[in-house]
Nanobody, 124 residues
Framework: QLQASGGGLVQAGGSRKLSCAAS????????MGWFRQGPGKEREFVAA????????YYAGSVKGRFTISRDNAKNTVYLQMNSLKPEDTAVYYC???????????????????WGQGTQVTVSS
């Protein structure tokens, strides 16, 4: 089970840190990802991290502004969002990939478990 939190209202240029807490003892063996879905848009990939946190991957639209990280001791994955823009407004979802791949997945079809989503609204 995944529980996302940390969303809210933030001004353009501001920062926000999302958290996703996972239950279960095998969290550390799975790659994790963040996705988002804006109003009237399809769910899109934001960032992903391998189980060991050795590799990360970002969508071009957030690269250099967002940072994904994880604390396996706390069963938690984070998304630090800086220099936020109004177009970052969306519901953000964390997701777990059970495939044990050395390569992170960017398609939502590869993720098996999803958090409930947390709303981030960026005002201009």
């Amino acid at each position: 089970q995944l529980q996302a939190s940390g969303g809210g209202l933030v001004q353009a240029g501001g920062s926000r840190k999302l958290s996703c807490a996972a239950s279960g003892r095998t969290f550390t063996t799975y790659n994790m990802g963040w996705f988002r879905q804006g109003p009237g848009k399809e769910r899109e990939f934001v960032a992903a991290i391998t189980s060991s946190a050795g590799k990360t991957y970002y969508a071009g639209s957030v690269k250099g502004r967002f940072t994904i990280s994880r604390d396996n001791a706390k069963n938690t994955v984070y998304l630090q969002m800086n220099s936020l823009k109004p177009e970052d407004t969306a519901v953000y979802y964390c997701a777990l990939d059970r495939r044990h791949s050395i390569v992170v997945a960017t398609s939502p079809d590869n993720y098996d478990f999803w958090g409930q989503g947390t709303q981030v609204t960026v005002s201009s």
